[in-house]
């Protein structure tokens, strides 16, 4: 079946911008995840959602960056006046209901110039 | 802090040979314990996961937890050059949901 999916796959945007990344989970996946990955560093995780409620937002970086799920499906992490430190790849993750193990989209490279 | 520690590598086997990774972790209120390996310029990759101290078997991949030393390997036999990746452990402290603490991986390259 059809695996997670992001879009964009590339985005370079000015510093200063407002920039918004998709994602789709596998259908049927009620619990996704929103991580980046910065260039020699591991996953830092960034938030997590149950359904369209986001239980734990702990690792947010900054009161720039925010995400929403509608539908219990799509989910949008948007990143507002965009810094350079932000260029990264952010990757979606998505579990099935109950489940312990998590399924990742390709990601999103992000860069701010 | 919790915090996920493997060694960066780069290890080097031969094909065929078995490759070891391995992987500490700082909390004892770990529940989870998952591998993924990471091609490239791509995204993650489950691989396997364990739950239970002791050993899981999935082909040519083994996982082994031993909850008391704090400590999670993955063995991979007959070790083929498409296995040369970085191989990521991740730890869920707590709960079948939320979400996983990472390792910065290890870098595995096998010589043909």
């Known amino acids: 079946g059809a695996g997670v999916s992001q879009s964009p796959s590339n985005k370079v945007t000015e510093k200063g911008k407002d920039v918004e990344l998709r994602c789709d989970p596998i259908s049927g996946h009620t619990a996704l995840y929103w991580y980046r990955q910065s260039l020699g560093q591991g996953l830092e995780f960034l938030i997590y959602?149950?359904?369209?409620?986001?239980?734990?937002k702990s690792g947010l970086p900054s009161d720039r960056f925010s995400a929403e799920r509608t539908g219990g499906s799509v989910s949008t992490l948007t990143i507002q006046r965009t810094q350079q430190e932000d260029s990264a790849v952010y990757l979606c993750?998505?579990?099935?209901?109950?489940?312990?193990?998590?399924?990742f989209g390709p990601g999103t490279r992000l860069t701010v110039t | 802090q919790k915090e996920v520690e493997q060694n960066s590598g780069p290890l080097s086997v031969p094909e065929g040979a078995i490759a070891s990774l391995n992987c500490t972790y700082s909390?004892?209120?770990?529940?989870?314990f998952f591998w993924y390996r990471q091609y490239s310029g791509k995204s993650p990759e489950l691989i396997m996961f364990?739950?239970?101290?002791g050993d899981k078997e999935d082909g040519r991949f083994t996982a082994q937890l031993n909850k008391a030393s704090q400590y999670v390997s993955l063995l991979i036999r007959d070790s083929q050059p498409s296995d040369s990746a970085t191989y990521l452990c991740a730890v869920r402290y707590g709960g079948s949901q939320g979400n996983l603490i990472f390792g910065k991986g290890t870098k595995l390259s096998v010589k043909p």
């Open positions: 959602f149950q359904g369209n409620s986001a239980p734990d």
């Open positions: 364990i739950y239970s101290n």
């Open positions: 993750a998505s579990s099935p209901p109950g489940a312990r193990e998590q399924y």
């Open positions: 909390d004892r209120g770990s529940q989870s």
